[in-house]
Each structure stands twice: as structure tokens, then as C-alpha cells.
């Protein structure tokens, strides 16, 4: 059975400071995929790796894949209120027609002045 | 852009009664997904399809069923709803890119309170 752990589970930020959280499986799988999900809205995807090594930025925000350390990690730099939400990372178990995503359990990321 | 749409945003059943939660998406995505999500246990999922007609048992598809009759509408179906499947239900759809991606786009959500 695939396990998604992410941690910490919740992340108090000082505003300008850099941080990173982690995202580890414990499966063979090279797709990962980041989601944020901002208070009483849904899911949106945020990043999507899909080798070793893999990494996309998207403002503040950067995304690394090491497939043989099975882990992910989402890079804040200088935090700003606006990146405060929930952190989801998923991992794909089965590649094909049939693939399913397992979520972890999310990071609430809350950035303070 | 994809749309995911969920007919119920906020719903209140009694214990023992028949629930359906509809969930439609509008651009010809093969893959259907219902997931709930509960406060400190993240996303579980409940059933998935990849086809018409096609289902498949996620972690968690104890007390649920589901239909999926046309490739744009999947159902989730609690028979007889219970306390414990109070939450929020996250419906989302998908297909695979030339690169073997599969990313999800997620309807708003239902929350269901059973009582």
C-alpha cells in the first residue's frame, strides 16, 4: 500500500523568510504533483514532476523531485501572506489508463507579518 | 478551462437514507474520481472510473457505490448514509497527457452532514 507522509502537518511563517516541506512515499513512482487549496475552496494544481531530478518554480515557490530518496520538496522563498494554504502533494501508484493519485494529508502553511 | 461541477454544494440527510451526489465535467475527460476529505486524515479515495460503464475501488468504498452511465457524469451513491460519512466529498476528473501526467482538476466540493 502506497503511504504519502508530508511534514511538518502545519507551518507557522514569518513574512520574508525562506522555508522548505517535505513529501515522502513510500513506493517505487516517478509522478508527483503539488496542489494548494486555500480555505473553503478546492483543490488547484500547482506543479507536476514526472522524473528524477525534476524541478518547476512558479513565483515563489520551487518543486524538486528525487525519485530514489522518495521525496519531494516545496521551496518558499521570502513568504508572503498570499502563499498562506493548505499543501497537498499526491503521488501517481500506477502509470496508464488506470493510474490513481494517493494524497498526503497536507501541509497548512499560515504566513504572519 | 475544465470545469468539474458538483449539484450540491451543502447537503443534510437523516441517518438510513439514500444519497446521491452528482458530478459532471464538461471537457470529455475519461478519468472520474470521488475522494473525501476529513480534517487531519487529507484526501482518501473512494472510487474511480476510467470509462463509461467502468468503476474501481479506491481506499475506502465501504458503504459507497457509484455510477457512471455517460463519460461526463459520475455518481457517488451512499445506500443508507451513516454519522461517520459526514464530510466533504471532492469530485475531480483527468486525463493522461503524452507524458503520463495525470492531473486532477476538482470540483468545489459537497459537504454532506448526516444526522
Known amino acids: 500500500e502506497l503511504k504519502v507522509e508530508q511534514n511538518p502537518l502545519f507551518l507557522s511563517m514569518q513574512e520574508g523568510k525562506n522555508y522548505t516541506i517535505y513529501c515522502n512515499y513510500s513506493?517505487?513512482?516517478?509522478?508527483l504533483y503539488w496542489y494548494r487549496q486555500d480555505p473553503g475552496k478546492s483543490l488547484e494544481s500547482l506543479f507536476v514532476l514526472l522524473s528524477n531530478g525534476a524541478v518547476k518554480q512558479e513565483g515563489r515557490l520551487m518543486a524538486s523531485l528525487d525519485t530514489k530518496a522518495r521525496l519531494s520538496t516545496l521551496h518558499i522563498t521570502a513568504a508572503v501572506h498570499d502563499l498562506s494554504a493548505t499543501y497537498f502533494c499526491a503521488v501517481d501508484m500506477d502509470t496508464g489508463a488506470n493510474s490513481k493519485l494517493t494524497f498526503g494529508k497536507g501541509i497548512t502553511l499560515s504566513v504572519r507579518p | 478551462d475544465v470545469k468539474v461541477t458538483q449539484s450540491s454544494r451543502y447537503l443534510v440527510k437523516r441517518t438510513g437514507e439514500k444519497v446521491f451526489l452528482e458530478c459532471v465535467q464538461d471537457m470529455d475527460h475519461e478519468n472520474m474520481f470521488w475522494y473525501r476529505q476529513d480534517p487531519g486524515l487529507g484526501l482518501r479515495l473512494i472510487y474511480f472510473?476510467?470509462?463509461?460503464?467502468?468503476?474501481e475501488k479506491g481506499d475506502i468504498p465501504e458503504g459507497y457505490s457509484v455510477s457512471r452511465e455517460k463519460k461526463e457524469r459520475f455518481s457517488l451513491i451512499l445506500e443508507s448514509a451513516s454519522t461517520n460519512q459526514t464530510s466533504m466529498y471532492l469530485c475531480?476528473?483527468?486525463?493522461?497527457?503524452?507524458?503520463?501526467?495525470?492531473?486532477?482538476?476538482f470540483g468545489a466540493g459537497s459537504r454532506l452532514t448526516v444526522l
Open positions: 475531480a476528473s483527468s486525463f493522461l497527457t503524452g507524458s503520463g501526467a495525470n492531473v486532477l482538476t
Open positions: 472510473s476510467y470509462d463509461v460503464k467502468m468503476k
Open positions: 513506493t517505487t513512482s516517478d509522478r
